[in-house]
């Protein structure tokens, strides 16, 4: 059964840069489906940030493209997040998720979510 | 402020039936399948109901989902403790030409 594991600082600096990893763990990424970032500021909603293909497609979230990269490595089994310029509005519990296919899909299953927090 | 509109709360006693709405427009559930998931209080979400009416495995069929337009439901039938949570909507908007997401409705059970 697949599973996700999202790891990363849980702290980063007005300015800088928010980088988090997604680890997939049995199944292979190379075997298809998209790949896929969604957030959830405290006490929030859902925000979708980003997906990929595993070929390397991307697709991001108009509202957040100027500073989100999503990379995929089909060697390690992973995809990753990239926010440049975080700010506070950036605090947020960033999910993965695997994605069935892109326009009439759904995100299924979920890593646990990890909290980073943007702060001095 | 989300593309895709929810009630804020929701509430019922055990064993009733509530539902919950989804409100969108023609380039959402319009034109796209609804997709509804469950997050538990400290959990990540997870898959409730997938195009439009479709169990994964391993949902009870008291959860149920329906679409009509350009708006969704979601309805659970013998309403249980276990069932408080946030539900959120969620479909691909041909405009935004990627997911949206509903504001979420937190189910209280009374």
């Known amino acids: 059964q697949v599973q996700l594991q999202e790891s990363g600082p849980g702290l980063v600096k007005p300015s800088e840069t928010l980088s988090l990893t997604c680890i997939v763990s049995?199944?292979?990424?190379?075997?298809?489906?998209?790949w896929g970032w969604i957030r959830q500021a405290p006490g929030k909603g859902l925000e979708w940030i980003a997906n990929i293909y595993y070929r390397g497609n991307t697709y991001y979230n108009p509202s957040l493209k100027s500073r989100v990269t999503i990379s995929v490595d089909t060697s390690k089994n992973q995809f990753s997040l990239q926010v440049s310029s975080v700010t506070a509005a950036d605090t947020a519990v960033y999910y993965c998720?695997?994605?069935?296919?892109?326009?009439?899909?759904?995100?299924?299953?979920w890593g646990q979510g990890t909290l980073v927090t943007v702060s001095p | 402020q989300s593309v895709l509109t929810q009630p804020p709360s929701a509430s019922g006693t055990p064993g009733q039936r509530v539902t919950i709405s989804c409100s969108g427009g023609s380039p959402n559930i319009g034109s796209n399948s609804v997709n509804w998931y469950q997050q538990l209080p400290g959990a990540a979400p997870k898959l409730l109901i997938s195009?439009?009416?479709q169990r994964p495995s391993g949902v009870p069929d008291r959860f149920s989902g329906s679409k009509s337009g350009t708006s969704a439901s979601l309805a659970i039938s013998g309403l249980q403790s276990e069932d408080e949570a946030n539900y959120y909507c969620?479909?691909?908007?041909?405009?935004?030409?990627?997911?949206?997401f509903g504001g979420g409705t937190k189910l209280t059970v009374l």
């Open positions: 998720a695997r994605r069935t296919w892109l326009q009439n899909g759904w995100f299924d299953p």
């Open positions: 969620a479909t691909w908007d041909d405009s935004l030409n990627g997911p949206v």
């Open positions: 195009n439009n009416n």
């Open positions: 049995d199944y292979s990424i190379s075997s298809g489906h998209y």
